[in-house]
Protein backbone atom coordinates (compact mmCIF):
# COMPACT_ATOMS: atom_id res chain seq x y z
CA UNK A 1 0.00 0.00 0.00
CA UNK A 2 1.62 3.54 -1.16
CA UNK A 3 1.50 6.18 1.69
CA UNK A 4 -1.44 7.92 -0.47
CA UNK A 5 -3.71 5.06 0.01
CA UNK A 6 -2.62 4.34 3.95
CA UNK A 7 -3.40 7.94 4.11
CA UNK A 8 -6.60 7.49 2.28
CA UNK A 9 -7.62 4.89 4.50
CA UNK A 10 -7.07 6.70 7.47
CA UNK A 11 -9.22 9.45 7.02
CA UNK A 12 -11.63 9.82 4.11
CA UNK A 13 -12.07 13.30 4.30
CA UNK A 14 -9.46 15.49 5.77
CA UNK A 15 -9.22 19.33 6.57
CA UNK A 16 -5.87 20.48 7.32
CA UNK A 17 -6.00 24.36 8.89
CA UNK A 18 -7.76 25.51 5.58
CA UNK A 19 -8.34 28.87 4.90
CA UNK A 20 -10.98 30.48 2.43
CA UNK A 21 -10.80 34.23 1.65
CA UNK A 22 -13.46 35.72 -1.27
CA UNK A 23 -12.67 39.19 -2.91
CA UNK A 24 -15.36 41.71 -2.34
CA UNK A 25 -16.86 41.85 -6.14
CA UNK A 26 -17.18 45.92 -5.71
CA UNK A 27 -13.54 46.07 -3.63
CA UNK A 28 -10.96 43.84 -5.31
CA UNK A 29 -8.02 44.92 -2.65
CA UNK A 30 -10.44 43.94 0.32
CA UNK A 31 -11.15 40.28 1.57
CA UNK A 32 -13.80 38.25 3.10
CA UNK A 33 -13.05 35.16 5.33
CA UNK A 34 -15.14 32.81 4.99
CA UNK A 35 -13.02 29.85 6.79
CA UNK A 36 -10.24 30.24 9.17
CA UNK A 37 -7.76 27.55 9.60
CA UNK A 38 -10.31 24.50 9.75
CA UNK A 39 -9.09 21.27 10.45
CA UNK A 40 -11.27 17.78 11.20
CA UNK A 41 -11.17 14.65 9.70
CA UNK A 42 -13.72 12.02 8.55
CA UNK A 43 -13.38 8.08 9.00
CA UNK A 44 -14.30 5.92 6.17
CA UNK A 45 -17.97 4.83 6.54
CA UNK A 46 -18.17 7.66 9.43
CA UNK A 47 -21.50 10.04 9.10
CA UNK A 48 -20.67 13.46 10.37
CA UNK A 49 -23.30 16.38 10.79
CA UNK A 50 -21.82 19.66 10.21
CA UNK A 51 -24.16 22.12 12.60
CA UNK A 52 -23.81 26.07 12.18
CA UNK A 53 -25.80 28.85 12.25
CA UNK A 54 -26.69 30.76 8.78
CA UNK A 55 -23.54 32.70 7.49
CA UNK A 56 -21.24 30.47 9.52
CA UNK A 57 -19.32 28.84 5.87
CA UNK A 58 -21.00 25.48 5.94
CA UNK A 59 -21.50 25.69 2.50
CA UNK A 60 -18.27 27.28 1.91
CA UNK A 61 -16.66 24.16 3.68
CA UNK A 62 -19.10 22.04 1.50
CA UNK A 63 -17.99 23.68 -1.45
CA UNK A 64 -14.31 23.03 -0.88
CA UNK A 65 -15.41 19.41 0.13
CA UNK A 66 -16.96 19.24 -3.39
CA UNK A 67 -13.93 20.59 -5.02
CA UNK A 68 -15.86 23.65 -6.70
CA UNK A 69 -13.45 26.14 -4.77
CA UNK A 70 -10.13 25.72 -4.47
CA UNK A 71 -8.56 26.87 -0.73
CA UNK A 72 -6.38 29.94 -0.44
CA UNK A 73 -4.53 28.59 2.07
CA UNK A 74 -3.98 25.03 3.77
CA UNK A 75 -4.93 21.70 2.47
CA UNK A 76 -8.11 19.60 1.93
CA UNK A 77 -8.00 15.65 1.04
CA UNK A 78 -10.29 13.49 -0.11
CA UNK A 79 -9.81 10.14 -0.24
CA UNK A 80 -6.34 11.08 -0.13
CA UNK A 81 -6.52 13.08 -3.25
CA UNK A 82 -7.12 17.16 -3.73
CA UNK A 83 -10.60 17.81 -4.94
CA UNK A 84 -9.93 20.81 -6.60
CA UNK A 85 -6.71 20.46 -8.10
CA UNK A 86 -7.85 16.31 -9.36
CA UNK A 87 -11.35 17.83 -10.43
CA UNK A 88 -11.72 14.38 -12.75
CA UNK A 89 -9.75 11.49 -9.85
CA UNK A 90 -13.22 12.03 -8.37
CA UNK A 91 -15.50 10.87 -11.18
CA UNK A 92 -17.92 8.58 -9.63
CA UNK A 93 -16.25 8.71 -6.31
CA UNK A 94 -17.96 11.67 -4.75
CA UNK A 95 -21.85 12.57 -5.05
CA UNK A 96 -23.29 15.58 -3.63
CA UNK A 97 -27.24 16.28 -2.46
CA UNK A 98 -27.69 20.19 -2.22
CA UNK A 99 -30.32 22.32 -0.16
CA UNK A 100 -32.80 22.62 -3.48
CA UNK A 101 -33.39 19.72 -5.59
CA UNK A 102 -31.68 20.91 -9.07
CA UNK A 103 -33.21 18.63 -11.34
CA UNK A 104 -32.80 19.48 -14.84
CA UNK A 105 -36.27 20.22 -15.78
CA UNK A 106 -35.74 18.77 -19.27
CA UNK A 107 -35.16 15.55 -17.75
CA UNK A 108 -37.51 13.33 -16.95
CA UNK A 109 -36.89 11.46 -13.11
CA UNK A 110 -35.13 8.63 -14.36
CA UNK A 111 -33.49 10.82 -17.04
CA UNK A 112 -31.83 13.09 -14.11
CA UNK A 113 -31.55 9.65 -11.91
CA UNK A 114 -29.19 8.49 -14.66
CA UNK A 115 -27.09 12.07 -15.13
CA UNK A 116 -24.18 11.02 -12.35
CA UNK A 117 -23.69 7.18 -14.05
CA UNK A 118 -24.22 8.64 -17.39
CA UNK A 119 -21.30 10.90 -16.69
CA UNK A 120 -19.42 7.89 -15.22
CA UNK A 121 -19.47 6.03 -18.71
CA UNK A 122 -22.13 3.86 -18.01
CA UNK A 123 -23.91 2.42 -21.47
CA UNK A 124 -27.70 2.83 -21.50
CA UNK A 125 -29.02 0.34 -20.85
CA UNK A 126 -27.02 -0.30 -17.07
CA UNK A 127 -27.78 3.06 -16.42
CA UNK A 128 -31.76 3.01 -16.87
CA UNK A 129 -31.40 -0.48 -15.07
CA UNK A 130 -29.98 1.08 -12.16
CA UNK A 131 -31.86 4.52 -12.11
CA UNK A 132 -35.41 2.60 -12.28
CA UNK A 133 -33.94 0.34 -9.30
CA UNK A 134 -33.21 3.59 -7.13
CA UNK A 135 -36.15 5.39 -8.14
CA UNK A 136 -38.66 2.26 -7.09
CA UNK A 137 -36.25 2.13 -3.62
CA UNK A 138 -37.21 5.40 -3.01
CA UNK A 139 -41.30 5.10 -3.83
CA UNK A 140 -41.21 6.67 -6.87
CA UNK A 141 -42.58 3.96 -8.86
CA UNK A 142 -45.16 5.34 -11.26
CA UNK A 143 -43.16 8.42 -11.90
CA UNK A 144 -40.71 7.71 -13.79
CA UNK A 145 -41.47 9.57 -16.99
CA UNK A 146 -42.42 12.51 -14.82
CA UNK A 147 -40.94 15.97 -15.64
CA UNK A 148 -39.43 17.41 -12.41
CA UNK A 149 -42.29 20.14 -12.49
CA UNK A 150 -45.09 17.56 -12.46
CA UNK A 151 -43.65 15.73 -9.48
CA UNK A 152 -43.95 17.73 -5.45
CA UNK A 153 -40.86 19.21 -3.66
CA UNK A 154 -40.78 15.92 -1.34
CA UNK A 155 -40.85 13.41 -4.42
CA UNK A 156 -37.83 15.89 -6.17
CA UNK A 157 -35.95 15.73 -3.44
CA UNK A 158 -36.28 12.17 -3.53
CA UNK A 159 -34.80 12.23 -7.19
CA UNK A 160 -31.90 14.21 -6.27
CA UNK A 161 -30.92 11.64 -3.34
CA UNK A 162 -31.76 8.65 -5.81
CA UNK A 163 -29.26 10.50 -8.60
CA UNK A 164 -26.72 10.89 -5.75
CA UNK A 165 -26.90 7.00 -4.29
CA UNK A 166 -27.48 5.64 -8.04
CA UNK A 167 -23.07 6.72 -8.73
CA UNK A 168 -22.44 4.38 -5.87
CA UNK A 169 -20.17 6.57 -4.36
CA UNK A 170 -17.85 6.47 -1.52
CA UNK A 171 -18.52 9.63 -0.18
CA UNK A 172 -22.10 11.54 0.20
CA UNK A 173 -21.97 15.17 0.73
CA UNK A 174 -25.56 17.07 2.20
CA UNK A 175 -25.95 20.33 1.89
CA UNK A 176 -29.46 21.09 3.92
CA UNK A 177 -30.92 19.17 1.54
CA UNK A 178 -34.37 18.72 3.42
CA UNK A 179 -34.55 21.94 5.04
CA UNK A 180 -37.16 23.48 2.66
CA UNK A 181 -39.50 20.77 3.10
CA UNK A 182 -42.59 20.17 5.58
CA UNK A 183 -41.89 18.56 8.49
CA UNK A 184 -43.28 15.35 8.05
CA UNK A 185 -42.05 14.79 4.45
CA UNK A 186 -37.88 15.70 5.57
CA UNK A 187 -38.32 13.44 8.59
CA UNK A 188 -39.52 10.49 6.48
CA UNK A 189 -36.82 11.46 3.78
CA UNK A 190 -34.11 11.78 6.96
CA UNK A 191 -35.04 8.35 8.28
CA UNK A 192 -34.67 7.02 4.32
CA UNK A 193 -31.45 8.57 3.98
CA UNK A 194 -30.06 7.38 7.10
CA UNK A 195 -31.19 4.02 6.05
CA UNK A 196 -29.61 4.12 2.95
CA UNK A 197 -26.54 5.35 3.92
CA UNK A 198 -25.63 2.78 6.88
CA UNK A 199 -26.79 0.34 4.11
CA UNK A 200 -24.65 0.78 1.44
CA UNK A 201 -21.76 1.75 3.91
CA UNK A 202 -20.88 5.23 2.84
CA UNK A 203 -19.36 7.90 4.29
CA UNK A 204 -21.47 11.16 5.22
CA UNK A 205 -21.10 14.52 5.26
CA UNK A 206 -24.25 16.20 6.10
CA UNK A 207 -24.74 19.99 6.75
CA UNK A 208 -27.64 21.48 8.74
CA UNK A 209 -28.84 23.89 10.86
CA UNK A 210 -31.04 21.70 12.59
CA UNK A 211 -30.45 20.36 15.74
CA UNK A 212 -32.54 17.69 15.66
CA UNK A 213 -31.68 16.93 11.92
CA UNK A 214 -27.73 16.42 12.97
CA UNK A 215 -28.71 14.11 16.28
CA UNK A 216 -30.35 12.33 13.58
CA UNK A 217 -28.34 11.91 10.85
CA UNK A 218 -24.84 12.25 12.66
CA UNK A 219 -22.45 9.64 14.74
CA UNK A 220 -20.43 12.66 14.69
CA UNK A 221 -21.31 16.52 14.95
CA UNK A 222 -19.23 19.22 14.23
CA UNK A 223 -20.26 22.85 15.26
CA UNK A 224 -19.05 25.28 13.02
CA UNK A 225 -18.74 29.38 14.48
CA UNK A 226 -18.62 32.12 12.28
CA UNK A 227 -15.61 32.18 10.17
CA UNK A 228 -15.80 28.77 9.81
CA UNK A 229 -13.60 26.75 12.78
CA UNK A 230 -14.93 24.46 14.68
CA UNK A 231 -16.79 25.40 18.05
CA UNK A 232 -17.23 21.85 19.22
CA UNK A 233 -17.06 18.36 18.32
CA UNK A 234 -19.49 16.09 19.88
CA UNK A 235 -19.97 12.23 19.47
CA UNK A 236 -23.80 11.06 19.10
CA UNK A 237 -22.88 7.75 19.15
CA UNK A 238 -23.81 5.98 22.36
CA UNK A 239 -24.72 9.00 24.05
CA UNK A 240 -26.68 11.11 25.93
CA UNK A 241 -28.61 12.79 23.47
CA UNK A 242 -30.31 15.48 25.59
CA UNK A 243 -26.79 16.54 27.23
CA UNK A 244 -25.28 16.50 23.69
CA UNK A 245 -28.43 19.13 22.22
CA UNK A 246 -27.58 21.15 25.82
CA UNK A 247 -23.66 21.23 24.62
CA UNK A 248 -24.60 22.27 21.35
CA UNK A 249 -26.54 24.80 21.84
CA UNK A 250 -24.22 26.10 24.46
CA UNK A 251 -21.30 26.29 21.86
CA UNK A 252 -23.11 27.62 19.30
CA UNK A 253 -24.81 30.41 22.00
CA UNK A 254 -21.30 31.13 23.55
CA UNK A 255 -19.40 31.71 20.14
CA UNK A 256 -22.33 33.83 19.22
CA UNK A 257 -21.81 36.00 22.26
CA UNK A 258 -18.23 35.98 21.95
CA UNK A 259 -18.81 37.14 18.67
CA UNK A 260 -20.60 40.01 19.68
CA UNK A 261 -18.30 40.86 22.44
CA UNK A 262 -15.74 41.48 19.83
CA UNK A 263 -17.67 43.11 17.32
CA UNK B 1 -50.77 25.21 -29.54
CA UNK B 2 -53.50 24.70 -32.36
CA UNK B 3 -52.17 23.16 -35.61
CA UNK B 4 -51.27 25.24 -38.42
CA UNK B 5 -54.32 24.17 -40.49
CA UNK B 6 -56.72 25.00 -38.26
CA UNK B 7 -56.78 29.13 -38.29
CA UNK B 8 -58.37 31.28 -35.73
CA UNK B 9 -61.91 32.99 -36.86
CA UNK B 10 -60.29 36.23 -36.77
CA UNK B 11 -56.96 35.47 -38.57
CA UNK B 12 -59.50 34.50 -41.56
CA UNK B 13 -62.06 37.41 -40.89
CA UNK B 14 -58.84 39.76 -40.70
CA UNK B 15 -57.40 38.34 -44.03
CA UNK B 16 -60.45 37.82 -46.06
CA UNK B 17 -61.49 41.68 -45.41
CA UNK B 18 -57.98 42.63 -46.68
CA UNK B 19 -58.78 40.74 -50.03
CA UNK B 20 -62.32 42.06 -49.70
CA UNK B 21 -61.09 45.78 -49.55
CA UNK B 22 -58.13 44.80 -52.29
CA UNK B 23 -60.56 43.55 -55.19
CA UNK B 24 -63.15 46.76 -54.21
CA UNK B 25 -59.96 48.70 -54.88
CA UNK B 26 -59.64 47.03 -58.15
CA UNK B 27 -62.86 48.26 -59.29
CA UNK B 28 -61.61 52.14 -59.20
CA UNK B 29 -58.64 51.93 -60.14
CA UNK B 30 -55.78 50.81 -63.03
CA UNK B 31 -55.31 47.59 -62.66
CA UNK B 32 -51.09 48.60 -62.74
CA UNK B 33 -52.22 50.01 -59.33
CA UNK B 34 -54.83 47.66 -57.68
CA UNK B 35 -54.86 44.43 -59.80
CA UNK B 36 -57.88 42.33 -59.06
CA UNK B 37 -57.56 39.68 -56.51
CA UNK B 38 -57.99 36.86 -59.04
CA UNK B 39 -55.12 37.90 -61.40
CA UNK B 40 -53.04 37.71 -58.26
CA UNK B 41 -54.14 34.19 -57.57
CA UNK B 42 -53.16 33.36 -60.75
CA UNK B 43 -49.62 34.72 -60.83
CA UNK B 44 -49.36 33.23 -57.64
CA UNK B 45 -50.34 29.81 -58.88
CA UNK B 46 -48.06 30.30 -62.27
CA UNK B 47 -44.95 30.64 -60.57
CA UNK B 48 -45.66 26.84 -58.43
CA UNK B 49 -45.95 25.08 -62.15
CA UNK B 50 -43.22 26.94 -63.74
CA UNK B 51 -40.06 25.44 -62.97
CA UNK B 52 -38.10 28.32 -63.98
CA UNK B 53 -39.71 30.34 -61.61
CA UNK B 54 -40.08 27.12 -59.02
CA UNK B 55 -36.24 27.42 -59.16
CA UNK B 56 -36.03 30.94 -58.43
CA UNK B 57 -37.79 30.72 -55.45
CA UNK B 58 -35.27 27.81 -54.37
CA UNK B 59 -32.49 30.12 -55.18
CA UNK B 60 -33.98 32.76 -52.56
CA UNK B 61 -34.69 30.17 -49.51
CA UNK B 62 -31.35 28.07 -50.46
CA UNK B 63 -29.49 32.19 -50.04
CA UNK B 64 -31.76 32.61 -46.64
CA UNK B 65 -30.52 28.97 -45.63
CA UNK B 66 -27.13 29.54 -46.30
CA UNK B 67 -26.74 33.00 -45.06
CA UNK B 68 -28.77 32.25 -41.46
CA UNK B 69 -26.73 28.99 -41.31
CA UNK B 70 -23.03 30.47 -41.58
CA UNK B 71 -24.11 33.41 -39.00
CA UNK B 72 -25.99 30.59 -36.71
CA UNK B 73 -22.58 28.71 -36.41
CA UNK B 74 -20.42 32.20 -36.24
CA UNK B 75 -22.74 33.49 -34.49
CA UNK B 76 -22.77 30.28 -31.62
CA UNK B 77 -18.77 30.64 -31.74
CA UNK B 78 -18.71 34.14 -30.87
CA UNK B 79 -21.38 33.95 -28.05
CA UNK B 80 -18.82 31.21 -26.36
CA UNK B 81 -16.19 33.25 -26.61
CA UNK B 82 -17.49 36.11 -24.89
CA UNK B 83 -19.39 33.80 -22.65
CA UNK B 84 -16.53 32.25 -21.43
CA UNK B 85 -13.60 35.49 -21.41
CA UNK B 86 -14.87 38.72 -20.05
CA UNK B 87 -11.69 39.93 -21.87
CA UNK B 88 -13.34 38.47 -25.19
CA UNK B 89 -16.56 39.93 -24.63
CA UNK B 90 -15.25 43.90 -23.66
CA UNK B 91 -13.50 43.05 -27.19
CA UNK B 92 -16.12 41.45 -29.16
CA UNK B 93 -19.54 42.80 -28.01
CA UNK B 94 -18.53 46.63 -29.50
CA UNK B 95 -17.66 45.00 -32.61
CA UNK B 96 -20.91 43.29 -33.10
CA UNK B 97 -23.04 46.36 -31.90
CA UNK B 98 -20.79 48.49 -34.61
CA UNK B 99 -21.69 46.02 -37.06
CA UNK B 100 -25.71 45.75 -36.15
CA UNK B 101 -25.80 49.22 -36.47
CA UNK B 102 -24.81 49.41 -40.51
CA UNK B 103 -27.74 49.43 -42.42
CA UNK B 104 -28.61 46.27 -44.84
CA UNK B 105 -28.04 48.90 -48.33
CA UNK B 106 -24.80 49.59 -47.00
CA UNK B 107 -23.27 45.62 -46.73
CA UNK B 108 -24.82 45.55 -50.05
CA UNK B 109 -22.40 48.35 -51.37
CA UNK B 110 -19.26 46.80 -49.45
CA UNK B 111 -20.10 43.17 -50.87
CA UNK B 112 -20.53 44.96 -54.69
CA UNK B 113 -17.27 46.31 -54.25
CA UNK B 114 -15.69 43.57 -52.40
CA UNK B 115 -17.04 40.58 -53.88
CA UNK B 116 -17.17 39.52 -57.27
CA UNK B 117 -20.18 36.24 -57.89
CA UNK B 118 -23.49 36.55 -56.62
CA UNK B 119 -23.37 34.10 -54.69
CA UNK B 120 -20.32 35.40 -52.51
CA UNK B 121 -22.20 38.82 -52.10
CA UNK B 122 -25.50 37.81 -51.18
CA UNK B 123 -23.73 35.32 -48.33
CA UNK B 124 -21.60 38.06 -46.64
CA UNK B 125 -24.85 40.42 -46.65
CA UNK B 126 -26.50 37.58 -45.12
CA UNK B 127 -24.29 36.95 -42.46
CA UNK B 128 -23.30 40.70 -42.01
CA UNK B 129 -27.08 41.57 -41.60
CA UNK B 130 -27.94 38.55 -38.88
CA UNK B 131 -24.63 37.76 -37.35
CA UNK B 132 -25.22 39.98 -34.10
CA UNK B 133 -28.89 38.80 -33.79
CA UNK B 134 -27.61 35.41 -33.54
CA UNK B 135 -24.53 35.80 -31.02
CA UNK B 136 -26.37 37.76 -29.18
CA UNK B 137 -29.26 35.88 -28.51
CA UNK B 138 -27.17 32.74 -27.58
CA UNK B 139 -24.95 34.83 -25.64
CA UNK B 140 -28.17 35.62 -23.38
CA UNK B 141 -29.18 31.94 -23.25
CA UNK B 142 -25.72 31.05 -21.88
CA UNK B 143 -25.59 33.26 -19.56
CA UNK B 144 -28.98 32.89 -18.15
CA UNK B 145 -27.79 29.04 -17.55
CA UNK B 146 -28.26 28.51 -13.85
CA UNK B 147 -25.65 28.50 -11.47
CA UNK B 148 -27.16 25.88 -9.30
CA UNK B 149 -27.32 23.50 -12.23
CA UNK B 150 -23.76 24.07 -12.90
CA UNK B 151 -22.51 23.38 -9.60
CA UNK B 152 -24.67 20.50 -9.73
CA UNK B 153 -23.56 18.63 -12.93
CA UNK B 154 -19.56 20.08 -11.99
CA UNK B 155 -19.80 17.94 -9.20
CA UNK B 156 -20.44 14.79 -11.04
CA UNK B 157 -16.92 15.61 -12.92
CA UNK B 158 -18.52 15.99 -16.27
CA UNK B 159 -15.44 15.95 -19.26
CA UNK B 160 -16.11 19.42 -20.92
CA UNK B 161 -18.09 17.46 -23.73
CA UNK B 162 -20.14 15.78 -21.23
CA UNK B 163 -20.97 19.21 -19.96
CA UNK B 164 -21.93 20.78 -23.17
CA UNK B 165 -24.65 17.80 -23.89
CA UNK B 166 -26.12 17.71 -21.08
CA UNK B 167 -26.33 21.23 -19.54
CA UNK B 168 -25.08 23.61 -21.84
CA UNK B 169 -26.43 22.73 -24.68
CA UNK B 170 -30.27 21.72 -23.86
CA UNK B 171 -29.95 25.45 -22.00
CA UNK B 172 -29.19 27.45 -25.15
CA UNK B 173 -31.84 25.34 -27.15
CA UNK B 174 -34.79 27.79 -26.93
CA UNK B 175 -32.54 30.72 -27.40
CA UNK B 176 -31.08 29.68 -30.40
CA UNK B 177 -34.62 28.81 -31.39
CA UNK B 178 -35.96 32.12 -30.77
CA UNK B 179 -32.90 33.38 -32.53
CA UNK B 180 -33.72 31.48 -35.43
CA UNK B 181 -37.40 32.98 -35.72
CA UNK B 182 -36.27 36.37 -35.50
CA UNK B 183 -33.85 36.03 -37.88
CA UNK B 184 -35.63 34.33 -40.41
CA UNK B 185 -37.91 37.32 -40.50
CA UNK B 186 -35.15 39.57 -40.95
CA UNK B 187 -33.29 37.99 -43.51
CA UNK B 188 -35.96 37.46 -46.05
CA UNK B 189 -36.18 41.20 -46.05
CA UNK B 190 -32.37 41.16 -46.69
CA UNK B 191 -32.24 38.77 -49.27
CA UNK B 192 -35.08 40.83 -51.64
CA UNK B 193 -32.48 43.60 -51.24
CA UNK B 194 -29.84 41.58 -51.71
CA UNK B 195 -31.11 40.37 -55.00
CA UNK B 196 -32.95 43.02 -56.09
CA UNK B 197 -29.32 45.47 -56.80
CA UNK B 198 -27.35 42.17 -57.68
CA UNK B 199 -28.58 38.76 -58.60
CA UNK B 200 -30.14 37.33 -61.83
CA UNK B 201 -32.13 35.30 -60.12
CA UNK B 202 -34.58 34.96 -56.87
CA UNK B 203 -37.42 36.76 -55.94
CA UNK B 204 -35.89 39.68 -55.76
CA UNK B 205 -34.78 39.67 -58.98
CA UNK B 206 -38.46 38.51 -60.00
CA UNK B 207 -39.74 41.54 -58.56
CA UNK B 208 -37.14 43.59 -60.51
CA UNK B 209 -38.60 42.38 -63.26
CA UNK B 210 -42.17 43.22 -62.26
CA UNK B 211 -41.08 46.50 -61.33
CA UNK B 212 -39.89 46.95 -64.65
CA UNK B 213 -42.64 45.38 -66.55
CA UNK B 214 -44.88 47.38 -64.50
CA UNK B 215 -46.61 44.21 -63.12
CA UNK B 216 -48.16 45.06 -59.53
CA UNK B 217 -49.76 41.01 -59.94
CA UNK B 218 -46.86 39.64 -60.59
CA UNK B 219 -44.62 41.80 -57.73
CA UNK B 220 -47.68 40.63 -55.20
CA UNK B 221 -47.26 37.13 -56.40
CA UNK B 222 -43.64 36.93 -55.66
CA UNK B 223 -44.29 38.54 -52.63
CA UNK B 224 -46.44 36.24 -50.81
CA UNK B 225 -44.28 33.10 -52.22
CA UNK B 226 -41.79 34.96 -50.48
CA UNK B 227 -44.32 35.37 -47.04
CA UNK B 228 -45.62 31.78 -47.41
CA UNK B 229 -42.32 30.32 -47.34
CA UNK B 230 -40.92 32.70 -44.40
CA UNK B 231 -44.75 31.40 -42.55
CA UNK B 232 -44.12 27.88 -43.49
CA UNK B 233 -40.56 27.71 -42.00
CA UNK B 234 -41.66 29.45 -38.92
CA UNK B 235 -44.39 26.63 -38.49
CA UNK B 236 -41.56 24.31 -39.05
CA UNK B 237 -39.56 25.85 -36.35
CA UNK B 238 -42.47 25.93 -33.83
CA UNK B 239 -43.18 22.85 -34.19
CA UNK B 240 -39.60 21.91 -33.29
CA UNK B 241 -39.49 24.18 -30.48
CA UNK B 242 -42.76 22.46 -29.09
CA UNK B 243 -41.38 18.92 -29.23
CA UNK B 244 -37.66 20.07 -28.12
CA UNK B 245 -39.33 21.99 -25.17
CA UNK B 246 -42.29 19.68 -24.32
CA UNK B 247 -40.65 19.46 -20.55
CA UNK B 248 -41.95 23.04 -19.78
CA UNK B 249 -45.32 23.32 -17.79
CA UNK B 250 -48.40 24.34 -19.19
CA UNK B 251 -50.93 26.49 -17.45
CA UNK B 252 -54.66 26.67 -18.52
CA UNK B 253 -54.81 30.46 -17.48
CA UNK B 254 -52.94 32.95 -19.57
CA UNK B 255 -51.33 35.96 -18.33
Redesign the interface.
Known amino acids: MSGEDANAAAAAIEFRKVVKRFLHQDRREESFLAVDRLSFEVAPGEMVAVLGRTGCGKSTMF?LL???LEPTEGEVRVLGHDPFRE??W???K???V?Q?D?L?????AVENVE??I???GKNAEERRKIALGWLDRLGLKGHEHD?P??LSGGMRQRVSLARAFA?NPEILLCDEPFSALDELTGQRLREEYAQLVRENDKTSIFVTHSINEALQLGERILVFHRPAQIALEAKVAGGDREAIRQRVLAAMNLRDAEAEAAA | MKPWYQLRKETVLGLGALVLVWQIASYFFPVYLFPPVPAIAEKFLEIFLDQESLANAGATAARIFAGLTAAFLLGVVLAFVMGRSERSYRYVYPLLNFIQGVPALSWVVIAIIWFKGTEPRILFIMTATTLPAFSFQILDAYRAMSK??F?????????KR?LFR??IL?TIVPGMLTAWKVNLGNASRVVVVAELVGATGGIGYQLLMQQQLFDMAGALAWTLVLVAFVLLVQQVITRLEGWL?A???STERSA
Not at chain 1, 104 to 108: A, S, V
Not at chain 2, 151 to 159: A, D, G, K, V
Open positions: NAGLFDFRGVAVFNRMPWRTLGELAYHAV | DLEMTLSFRPSDTLPLYRP
